[in-house]
């Protein structure tokens, strides 16, 4: 079978979300090239990786793209994965043409901003019917004084999107008036090097949106588009904790029933946008509102969890960019709904133990917390572990090289509150 498929090039090889696809892609057959920087990178080490090349990251915009340029060149035909909003917004601003050696399902450029662009996101998600925190986007400083003497407080200030950065991209918290225009302004200028970098004009500028007091918990919806613009598969889940907390990656999910009202706007922002293909689309939960924060148009870190519960989504995305529609027709009619319900959660082991470990020795946790969330994993159904599956365990092993190659860093983000 691996003869008869053109092979598939995935980049962004510390991201689990490239490990999830590297194991769903390669235990189909699917000729694998994996892309990395980082010598530790888990998805490299996986028995599945195939062909492993070296590359620059893909934060860094020309260099990554001339090497993308030149592999394309020597390897015509080849997938190209989209694997990080990185790979994903390059993809859709060089390589969307008939004339690209790569075959890619993606978006128009245009369409992709309005999702990465979270200024953009949140009005587009208001004419999808879609609730959203109520969003502000100053384009100037004397726009951002007229502003800051309306909006409620406290506010959230945000950098605009996170494509090509080289920050953490963590949301400021102001409580006082007078403190939103230092905020906002270092915010603008700790992002000044995206404008360049992605040619799009005042795309360093933060946004302002307010603040919710929500617990931890984030209502999450995960799926495919086809190339009609259709959502053909979805599943949704709730993201547990995170590390750090609360402005962190997801490092424990639950199974949570899809909520019609949810996926029918997010059914039109995709159409309204012309989004096409892997999703993951994050709420924060209020009462019985879900209001959209982000949403993820490429790869994501927990897909082992969608995969394991049944929807193949980087399988669907490769056999979108095959032009393989009776695959993917197959693909979706074999989707178990009841599976992807049932009561499996993720956790990604090693980092829960670290974090539960760090925030009861500093006490910014209980005893009793902490017995709950293992009691929790013990008593699930079923565990998804992103890093370590049976039959493939270097990744796991190369994961806790990554993270301890700064471990001072690492505990105290395991410890933040």
Same mark, same amino acid.
């Given at each position: 079978?691996?003869?008869?498929?053109?092979?598939?090039?995935?980049?962004?090889?510390t991201w689990y979300g490239t490990l999830?696809?590297?194991?769903?892609?390669? $235990?189909?057959?699917?000729?694998?090239?994996?892309? =990395?920087?980082?010598?530790?990178?888990?998805?490299?080490?996986?028995? #599945?990786?195939?062909?492993?090349?070296?590359?620059?990251?893909?934060?860094?915009?020309?260099?990554?793209?001339?090497?993308? #340029?030149?592999?394309?060149?020597?390897?015509?035909?080849?997938?190209?994965?989209?694997?990080?909003?990185?790979?994903?917004?390059?993809?859709?601003?060089? #390589?969307?043409?008939?004339?690209?050696?790569?075959?890619?399902?993606?978006?128009?450029?245009?369409?992709?901003? &309005?999702?990465?662009?979270?200024?953009?996101?949140?009005?587009?998600?208001?004419? @999808?019917?879609?609730?959203? *925190?109520?969003?502000?986007?100053?384009?100037? &400083?004397?726009?951002?004084?007229? +502003?800051?003497? &309306? %909006? !409620?407080?406290?506010?959230?200030?945000? *950098?605009?999107?996170?494509?090509?950065? #080289?920050?953490?991209?963590?949301?400021?918290?102001?409580?006082?008036?007078?403190?939103?225009?230092?905020?906002?302004?270092?915010?603008?200028?700790?992002?000044?090097?995206?404008?360049?970098?992605?040619? +799009?004009?005042?795309?360093?500028?933060?946004?302002?949106?307010?603040?919710?007091?929500?617990?931890?918990?984030?209502y999450t919806v995960d799926g495919f588009?086809?190339?009609?613009?259709? +959502?053909?598969?979805?599943?949704?889940?709730?993201?547990?904790?995170?590390? !750090?907390?609360?402005?962190?990656?997801?490092?424990?999910?639950?199974?949570? @029933?899809?909520?019609?009202? %949810?996926?029918?706007?997010?059914?039109?922002?995709?159409?309204?946008?012309?989004?096409?293909?892997?999703?993951?689309?994050?709420?924060?939960?209020?009462?019985?509102?879900?209001?959209?924060?982000?949403?993820? *148009?490429?790869?994501?870190?927990?897909?082992?969890? &969608?995969?394991?519960?049944?929807?193949?989504?980087?399988?669907?995305? =490769?056999?979108? $960019? +095959?032009? /393989?529609?009776?695959?993917?027709?197959? @693909?979706?009619?074999?989707? /178990?709904?009841?599976?992807?319900?049932?009561?499996?959660? =993720?956790?990604?082991?090693?980092?829960?133990?670290?974090?539960?470990?760090?925030?009861?020795?500093?006490?910014?946790?209980?005893?009793?917390?902490?017995?709950?969330?293992?009691?929790?994993?013990?008593?699930?159904?079923? %565990?998804?572990?992103?890093? =370590?599956?049976?039959?493939?365990?270097? *990744?796991?092993?190369?994961?806790?090289?990554?993270?301890?190659?700064?471990?001072?860093?690492?505990?105290?983000?395991?410890?933040?509150?």
């Amino acid at each position: 079978m691996s003869r008869s498929l053109p092979p598939a090039l995935l980049a962004d090889a510390t991201w689990y979300g490239t490990l999830a696809a590297v194991r769903d892609l390669g $235990a189909r057959g699917v000729p694998l090239i994996l892309a =990395y920087d980082e010598a530790v990178a888990p998805a490299r080490w996986s028995r #599945h990786a195939g062909t492993v090349v070296r590359c620059p990251s893909t934060k860094d915009a020309e260099r990554f793209l001339g090497w993308l #340029h030149a592999f394309g060149a020597s390897h015509p035909g080849c997938v190209l994965c989209l694997t990080s909003d990185d790979v994903a917004f390059l993809a859709a601003a060089h #390589h969307a043409t008939p004339e690209s050696p790569f075959r890619i399902f993606c978006s128009s450029l245009d369409g992709l901003l &309005e999702l990465l662009d979270k200024s953009r996101l949140a009005a587009a998600a208001r004419r @999808a019917g879609l609730k959203s *925190p109520a969003t502000w986007s100053p384009t100037d &400083e004397d726009e951002l004084d007229r +502003i800051a003497a &309306e %909006v !409620p407080l406290p506010i959230v200030v945000k *950098p605009r999107t996170h494509v090509l950065s #080289h920050l953490p991209g963590k949301p400021v918290l102001v409580n006082r008036r007078d403190q939103l225009p230092e905020a906002w302004r270092r915010t603008r200028d700790a992002s000044a090097d995206q404008a360049k970098a992605t040619g +799009i004009p005042g795309i360093e500028l933060p946004i302002l949106q307010a603040y919710h007091p929500v617990s931890e918990r984030v209502y999450t919806v995960d799926g495919f588009v086809d190339g009609d613009g259709t +959502i053909v598969a979805a599943t949704a889940c709730v993201k547990c904790l995170q590390l !750090p907390r609360r402005s962190g990656v997801g490092i424990c999910f639950e199974s949570a @029933a899809l909520d019609p009202d %949810v996926l029918a706007g997010l059914q039109r922002l995709c159409r309204q946008t012309g989004f096409r293909g892997v999703f993951d689309a994050e709420f924060l939960i209020e009462g019985e509102d879900r209001l959209l924060i982000d949403l993820n *148009p490429r790869f994501y870190n927990h897909m082992a969890f &969608e995969i394991e519960r049944n929807l193949p989504l980087p399988w669907m995305s =490769y056999l979108a $960019a +095959i032009g /393989d529609e009776r695959g993917l027709r197959h @693909a979706v009619a074999g989707l /178990d709904a009841e599976r992807a319900a049932a009561g499996r959660i =993720y956790v990604h082991r090693f980092l829960t133990a670290v974090l539960l470990a760090s925030q009861r020795a500093t006490d910014r946790m209980s005893h009793a917390e902490v017995t709950g969330w293992r009691r929790w994993i013990a008593d699930a159904g079923g %565990v998804t572990n992103p890093a =370590y599956v049976p039959g493939d365990p270097l *990744p796991a092993c190369a994961e806790l090289a990554y993270w301890l190659r700064h471990p001072r860093s690492f505990l105290h983000k395991a410890a933040t509150r």
